[in-house]
């Protein structure tokens, strides 16, 4: 059974692929003296687009999405960013670190990926304009959130995406969605040792768990999630650090904590609701 007692050194030890492994998407670097945040933002998005290469209508639908998530949020609480500025960089191009993922990790295209606890539809939405062979499936448990999805997805006209209203833990054991995707993606969800119990019943043999954390939660996260990690048939794989420096519109350092299933997750997992989170797994 995989498990660390002093995690950094066993990480380094069980996963030698990370050593000073770094994937530097965008290079961030803090605003002049004279420039504005504006300016610093603006320059990160023309970045974004071109280091994946996004064409204008991409860029164009992007921005509309961050519109019509502003304007929703007014009415229902999809987010506590208000800023324009803290919409593109928190959330489109915070979502857009994981295409370079999909895109290596694929082997076949189109691929299926489903968004657990999607909110407004980040990161799924973003993914979906960004990567248009990558069939979406949106997961949220509040049905007034779901409903903004669709809106949004309507408006955006994006054929490849849906959204369901309902649970996580009741999700992962039908049928139709157990074990059928090639990736899991999770932003801000729980805990990786709940979030496992929750997104790897999703995944194929041989998909993979995509998992956006800070650099400072990763390591105390793993560590917890050892066990829980092994007990639904999942493995690590590897860790991606998204930024050289840390960013300067929130100033925190990002990583993807990308976990491969190996195995068929057992039967009983994902537990009914609530049970992932009074009895943790491990």
Known sequence: MLCFTTLPVCLWKRLPRLRCKKVALFHLIHASNNGSRKDNTQRLWNECASNLSLTLSQVEKLEHFARL???????????????????????????????????????????????????GGIPGIPLAIAVPDCNITLIDKTRKKVEIQQ??????????????????????????????????????????DILVEWTIPFLKEGGYLLAQKSVDAQFSEIKRACNAIDDVGATFHDIHYVEKEPSPVDHRRKAIIVLRKDTNTPKLYPRPPGVAQKRKLG
């Open 69 to 119: 998530l502003m304007e929703h949020n007014q009415n229902v609480n999809l987010t506590a960013i208000r800023d324009w500025d803290q919409v593109i960089v928190k959330h489109c191009i915070d979502s857009l670190t994981l295409v370079p993922l999909i895109k290596k990790l694929s082997s076949n295209f189109p691929t299926r990926l489903v968004d657990v606890g999607s909110g």
């Open 151 to 192: 809106r949004i997805i309507e408006q955006l006209q994006l054929h490849s995406v849906r959204c369901l209203w309902t649970r996580v833990e009741v999700a992962g054991q039908q049928e139709e969605m157990r074990e059928s995707f090639d990736f899991v993606t999770a932003r801000a969800v729980a805990s990786l």
